[in-house]
């Protein structure tokens, strides 16, 4: 059975960078479509951040573009979410996401198209 495991959350200062890992084990998710989601209090899980499984294409949230960048190591079966800049407002529950191929990349933006998901970790940008 493939897990996925969320690190590098923490607090961080507005203003200030924060890498998060994903790290996959029991399986390699080499083919599948790898994405980052976010959860705050009271609102719905939202896809900030894809990538193909080839690393070639990658998509953002229009809110983290420019600031934020999603990028995969296959052969150590880690997917990376760089934050720069980070505001308040991106204090959330990260989460790691992955979906088999075949892929629709039409679809990387809703949180339901995505199969495994990791136990999150917690980010906290303070003013």
């Known amino acids: 059975q493939g897990q996925l495991v969320e690190s590098g959350g923490g607090l961080v200062q507005a203003g200030g960078p924060l890498r998060l890992s994903c790290a996959a084990s029991?399986?390699?998710?080499?083919?599948?479509?790898m994405g980052w989601s976010r959860q705050a209090p009271g609102k719905e899980r939202e896809l900030v951040a894809a990538?193909?499984?080839?690393?070639?294409?990658?998509s953002y949230a229009d809110s983290v573009k420019g600031r934020f960048t999603i990028s995969r190591d296959n052969a150590k079966s880690a997917v990376y979410l760089q934050m720069n800049s980070l505001k308040p407002e991106d204090t959330a529950v990260y989460y790691c996401?992955?979906?088999?191929?075949?892929?629709?990349?039409?679809?990387?933006?809703?949180?339901?198209?995505?199969?495994?998901w990791g136990q999150g970790t917690q980010v906290t940008v303070s003013s």
């Open positions: 996401a992955a979906h088999r191929r075949p892929s629709n990349w039409g679809r990387i933006g809703y949180p339901d198209y995505y199969e495994y």
């Open positions: 029991g399986r390699t998710f080499t083919s599948h479509t």
């Open positions: 990538i193909s499984w080839s690393g070639g294409m990658t």
